[in-house]
């Protein structure tokens, strides 16, 4: 799999989404996820042009950080144990899966610089997803007042595994409308500025609804083990 072939037809994916939707291509940035892949089919996306690479257990992040170092912009976006955070939180420019106070505390515990969150919410419903219910998001945010090393920097959720284009669409529509609800509550800890949706199979969507950070794996660096 050639990572840069992959790469121009993504990106002339995105241009032709972003022109869709009256956007900038600049305001959409790809992490790709190497999750899958070897530190040598990393190094090739990077050498590409990628900046942001994300991995979804600490052992493989570790691992591929000490080979490539600050060459990446490094970003945890699976489900993230309590367990876990004194691994992965000085080792990461980026976490996405913030979603309960117990992990916000271990972040706060263990952190030795001021850490870019998102907030994972449940949008679909589904009961095998990772993140919170949309109700709880605001009260949730306001009480991240009392982690001053935590910064919401956006929102990120995962759509449903489906060919229904609608069921898509609504799950990254109230993303972003959850966005200018945590916006409009003008905290300082919060901007909120960014939306973490859309993977392989439905990212066009996720730009068309106003996603600033699309996670790409199998279509940009495919799957090796």
Partial sequence: MNVKTNLEQIEATITEACTRS???????????????????????????GIIHIGENRDEGLIAKKKEVGSKATWHFIG???????????NE???????????????????????????VQVNTSGEESKHGMEPSQLL????????YP???????MTMAPYTEDENVIRECFRSLRKL??????????????KE??????????????????????GTSLVGKEF
């Fill in 139 to 146: 009260n949730f945010i306001k009480s991240l007042s009392d």
């Fill in 179 to 192: 966005r200018q609800d945590v916006q409009a509550l003008n905290l300082s800890f919060a901007p909120c």
């Fill in 92 to 118: 990461v420019d980026y976490i996405h899966s913030l979603d309960r106070l117990s992990l916000a505390e271990e972040i706060q515990k263990r952190a030795n610089k001021k850490m870019k969150c998102f």
């Fill in 149 to 155: 090393l935590i910064e919401v920097v956006g929102l």
């Fill in 22 to 48: 009256n956007r900038e291509k600049h305001s959409v940035s790809i992490i790709a996820v190497t999750k899958y892949v070897s530190v040598a089919t990393t190094m090739e996306a990077i050498e590409a």
């Fill in 79 to 89: 489900s993230l144990q309590t367990r876990k955070v004194k691994n992965i939180v």
């Fill in 195 to 216: 939306l973490s949706m859309g993977m392989s199979n439905d990212y066009e969507i996720a730009i068309e609804e106003g996603a600033t950070f699309i996670r790409l």
